[in-house]
C-alpha cells in the first residue's frame, strides 16, 4: 500500500510516539492528535513530543496548546469522544490512514474507574470508525491487547482462540473494538486491522507499566510486590519490535469481502516476571528486596503470543529482554538524571 499521510492517535503516548518517529524516518507525513490526559504526569507525554521535533514549551504554554507544528509531523490535542470536532478534523486533514493507539490503558485502573473505559474505548473508537467511513480511509489499525485472551488455558495464544471470557473492564472494551470493528468492515468494506500487543517495554514507557514501577523501586530501595507469588509470566516485547510489527500490518491490510483481520504483536517467548526483574537489577546494579503477594483481580497468570501470522508478513522479534532492559534502563537514566526532560535515544 502507498500511504502519504498518516494519522496517529495517542500520539504522546508510549507506543504512539515510537510509532511516529518511525514512520517520519520512513518519509510519511504524520498527524499527531492527543488529549494529553493526567492518567500518568503529562510532563513525560511533552517530552516525547519535544522528541518528535516540536518545540520545547514550559506546562503552562501547553495547556493552550490546540495545534502545532508545520513540517513533516503536526499535532493536534483533540478528544477522540468530541463527536462534534472529530469528524470535521477528518474531513480536513483527509490522511490515508489511522493507526488509533489512543484508549483509556491499564487493567487496574479500569477495576475503579470503568466509566473512563467506555468514553474513550467504546465511544470513543465509534466515533474514529465512523470518521474513517465517511473520510473512506484506506486502511485503519487499531490497538486491541493480549489482556482480551483472559485465562485462556492453551498457550501460545492465537488469533483465533475463543476471547468470550475477559476478566476485566479494560480487556472488555478491547474485545468490543474487535466486534465493532468487524461490523464497519462487513457492512461498509473498511479494512481494519485489530492489533493485540504483549506486555510492550523500553525507553519512554508509561509510569504505570510493570518495567517503569520496577526500576523506580529498585533505583529507590523499595520493595517489589509479586503477585500470585511470583508464579507470572508475560510475553515481554520490546518497543521497536511492536513498531516493527504496527509498520509490517499498515502495508498488508485485508482486502477480502470482509477485509477484517486480527494479528498479535509480540516476542513469542513468554519471560517469568522474576526473571525480568533479575535482568532489571544486573542492568541497574542494584537488588531490592520482593513481597509475595495473591493474584490481583482482572489479573492472569500468564501471556505468550503466537506470531505465525504476522511472521507471514515478514515479522521477527529481534530483540532479547536483556538487550532490552539494557537500553530501557539508559533511557530511564538519562531521562530522570536531566529532571524529565527530552534525553532521546
Not at 517503569?212 to 508475560?234: C, D, K, P, V
Not at 483481580?297 to 511472521?311: F, I, M, N, Q, Y
Request: proline share 4%.
Amino acid at each position: 500500500m502507498q500511504y502519504k499521510k498518516i494519522l496517529v492517535t495517542g500520539a504522546a503516548g508510549f507506543i504512539g510516539f515510537h510509532v511516529c518517529r518511525l514512520l517520519l524516518e520512513q518519509g510519511l507525513r504524520v498527524v499527531g492528535l492527543d488529549n494529553i490526559n493526567d492518567y500518568y504526569d503529562p510532563q513525560l507525554k511533552y517530552a516525547r513530543l519535544q522528541a518528535l521535533g516540536l518545540a520545547q514549551r514550559d506546562a503552562k504554554q501547553w495547556n493552550s496548546v490546540v495545534a502545532v507544528g508545520d513540517g513533516a509531523f503536526r499535532f493536534i490535542r483533540m478528544n477522540i469522544e468530541d463527536r462534534a470536532a472529530l469528524p470535521a478534523f477528518f474531513a480536513a486533514e483527509k490522511c490515508d490512514a489511522v493507526i488509533h493507539l489512543a484508549a483509556q490503558a491499564g487493567v487496574r485502573h479500569s477495576l475503579k474507574h470503568p466509566e473512563a473505559y467506555v468514553d474513550s474505548n467504546i465511544v470513543g473508537f465509534l466515533n474514529v470508525l465512523e470518521c474513517c467511513r465517511q473520510q473512506a480511509v484506506q486502511h485503519l489499525l487499531y490497538a486491541s491487547s493480549s489482556s482480551v485472551y483472559g485465562e485462556n488455558a492453551k498457550v501460545p495464544f492465537a488469533e483465533d482462540d475463543c476471547v468470550d471470557y475477559p476478566v476485566s473492564i479494560y480487556a472488555a472494551t478491547k474485545k468490543a473494538n474487535e466486534l465493532m470493528a468487524h461490523s464497519y468492515s462487513h457492512l461498509f468494506q473498511l479494512p481494519t486491522t485489530g492489533l493485540r500487543f504483549f506486555t510492550v517495554y523500553g525507553p519512554w514507557g508509561r509510569p504505570d507499566m510493570a518495567p517503569m514501577l520496577f526500576a523506580s523501586a529498585i533505583a529507590e530501595g523499595r520493595e517489589i510486590h509479586l503477585f500470585n507469588h511470583g508464579e507470572m509470566s508475560r510475553d515481554f516485547t520490546y518497543i521497536d519490535d511492536i513498531c516493527q510489527g504496527i509498520y509490517l500490518a499498515l502495508q498488508h491490510p485485508q482486502l477480502a469481502e470482509n477485509p477484517y483481520q486480527i494479528l498479535n504483536v509480540g516476542n513469542g517467548k513468554p519471560v517469568q516476571l522474576a526473571d525480568f526483574i533479575a535482568a532489571l537489577e544486573s542492568a541497574m546494579g542494584k537488588t531490592t528486596r520482593k513481597k509475595m503477594l495473591p493474584m490481583q483481580v482482572g489479573e492472569v497468570p500468564r501471556t505468550w503470543a503466537d506470531t505465525s501470522k504476522l511472521a507471514a508478513l515478514g515479522y521477527a522479534s529481534k530483540t532479547l529482554v536483556p538487550v532490552g532492559v539494557q537500553r530501557f534502563v539508559d533511557w530511564y537514566r538519562g531521562y530522570n538524571a536531566n529532571g524529565g526532560e527530552d534525553c532521546s535515544q
